[in-house]
């Protein structure tokens, strides 16, 4: 298995710009996640999704938007790209019942210019 | 809405000493886990422990251990014989286990930065 999969591991963007970050897992997880890290804080909320075709807010949902066609894949994606979008980006999944844990992909570094 | 705090930005000890990060946490909740992940500088995100509510017993992973105070809504990790690569920064996170079964994710602390000194 190779878990989480996230691509591209580093992006830079214009401010405006457009782009899609790809989340896979492999592990058939019906839950899936995606968190921001901002420098020197812990990790925040973007999206998430209980299944396919099922998507909800978190905490910090604005500039993003996401789908979820397969169980396997969760796509985010940012509009207008805006400086404050600079951050490390990291997708997760997890089991509906078992132990709970949630699976990190490694990340995706985007720095918005 | 939950919070977690954790007020130490930095620690640093001495290679096989014993260090304890704190962790404290506010919910309404009654029924939710709490977990200790290590982010070293490879940026993984790597589970070192988790804890649930309803458990009493504090949870133990080899030198890694839990001191859970659910009353004072504590959750603090202890590090025995610290090693060289236990550097790495420790988020202290909590998940509520809700009829979704904790579909809407974790609430991370701003982390500890941990270092070990040779």
């Known amino acids: 298995n190779a878990g989480v999969t996230q691509t591209p591991k580093f992006r830079i963007l214009k401010i405006g710009q457009s782009m899609t970050l790809q989340c896979t897992q492999d592990m058939n997880h019906n839950y899936m996640y995606w968190y921001r890290q901002d420098p020197g804080m812990g990790l925040k909320l973007i999206y998430y999704?209980?299944?396919?075709?099922?998507?909800d807010k978190g905490e910090v949902p604005n500039g993003y938007n996401v789908s979820r066609s397969t169980t396997e894949d969760f796509p985010l994606r940012l509009e207008l790209a805006a400086p404050s979008q600079t951050s490390v980006y990291f997708c997760a999944s997890r089991d509906r019942g078992g132990i709970n844990e949630q699976f990190f992909g490694p990340g995706t570094r985007l720095t918005v210019l | 809405a939950q919070t977690v705090t954790q007020s130490q930005p930095e620690m640093s000890v001495q290679e096989a000493e014993t260090v304890t990060l704190s962790c404290t946490y506010d919910?309404?909740?009654?029924?939710?886990?709490l977990f200790w992940y290590k982010q070293p500088p490879s940026r993984q995100m790597i589970l070192v422990i988790r804890q649930e509510a309803y458990k009493q017993q504090n949870a133990t992973e080899n030198r890694f251990s839990v001191n859970f105070q659910k009353a004072a809504k504590s959750f603090s990790l202890k590090i025995s014989d610290s090693q060289l690569g236990d550097t790495a920064m420790y988020f202290c996170a909590f998940m509520k286990v809700g009829s979704g079964g904790g579909a809407d994710g974790l609430t991370f602390g701003k982390g500890t930065h941990l270092i070990i000194q040779p």
């Open positions: 919910t309404s909740e009654n029924n939710y886990y």
């Open positions: 999704s209980v299944g396919a075709g099922i998507t």
